[in-house]
């Protein structure tokens, strides 16, 4: 019997109010389910009609589409970065040493810098009418040796690269040739402080370059090599530093090796202004330490090299001779001969706090000083005159 003939006889038999089997109409349904999942399939397979205006339509449109899918592919980014937070990466391991060093860094800034010999004796706690930032300070007439201004001028500190001073001043008195070659050895390499240097072991330069580099620049392996090539060996030249200091009258003043690196290197301001004295009587010290640059071939290298003390390319000095000096425990220091209004004058600056504040000092002075009528007389300055 055919279904549909099936199924006429079955509605005629269910409105005559005959029971029928649930087996016969579960089979009856399942059999037209079939049936129609079949033709539903048929018509799958066939791709949808679309109308010519419709096509048109959508032809005419195509970048609207692009930015609809742009839109919706943001929109579901967005949607999915606020639904799930905690899927974010881990921090890569670069980023984790990033992070490390950038804590390290912060903590290193944040540790108190060294404090000088100066600072822990108190010395900056003493007052002086110019508000100095060095602790020790003097003020000397070359001529006539009247202190002009003075500030803890007899304390004894560490005197850092001052010390070159002396080292320039042994080599200048022994008259030694200075174009003699002199080659950088790794007994010259810093070992008190770890600094570094641009002239490398094997280095070969003269006698003369290597002072120059010593006085203008503070240059500690040129130091180190002149000393160690005195005749004699190094522990001779120390020895005789201390001698030639002794024979100026420096009581104040120990040296045990000629570049200042160690800290045991320590003297006095009224001992430094007589040094300095001494020196300036040396053409070639006041010639190589107020230079303002020089250029020394390395190899098949130009280095070129400047002076640690800036106000010597300042016009409104007149600086005869000059050494700048810093190691921690002996904070900024500068000594220098120049003339002001006329007057020679030696100037010492010890144990100054911040890097440029010992040249503040010596402007300060120098402005303080001009403005007394009795300094352009050359007359000895009156006692109300001297601050210290």
Known sequence: MRPKSMLWVLTLLVSLGCVLPSSMVQAQTTSQSAKSTEKSGKKKDKPPSVSKASSAKDKNKPRDNAKHKASSNR???????????????????????????????????????????GQLAGLHATTDALDLHSSVALVVDQDTHEILYRKNDHAVLPIASLTKLMTGLVIAEAKLPMDEPIRITQADVDTEKGSTSRLAVGTVLSRGELMHLSLMSSENRAANALGRSYPGGLGVFVERMNQRASSLGMKDTRYVEPTGLSS??????????????????????????????????????????????????NPSWDIGLQKTGYISEAGRCLVMQTQVSGRKLIMVFL????????????????????????LHSGQPLPRQYLPG
């Open 75 to 117: 929109s579901v980014q967005q949607a999915k970065s606020k639904s799930a937070p905690s899927a974010a990466k881990k921090p890569s391991a670069s980023v984790k040493q990033a992070r490390l060093d950038r804590n390290q860094n912060v903590t290193q800034q944040a540790r108190p810098v060294r404090a000088s010999f």
């Open 351 to 374: 144990d100054s706090a911040g890097k440029l504040s010992r040249l503040g000092d010596a402007e300060r002075v120098r402005q303080w000083l001009e403005s007394k009528p009795a």
């Open 264 to 313: 045991r290197n320590q003297s006095s301001a009224s001992d430094l202004a007589v040094l300095v004295a001494a020196a300036y009587k040396e053409p070639m010290l006041r010639e190589w330490s107020t230079s303002h640059g020089r250029e020394v071939e390395v190899g098949t290298r130009t280095l070129q090299y400047n002076n640690t003390n800036r106000l010597v390319k």
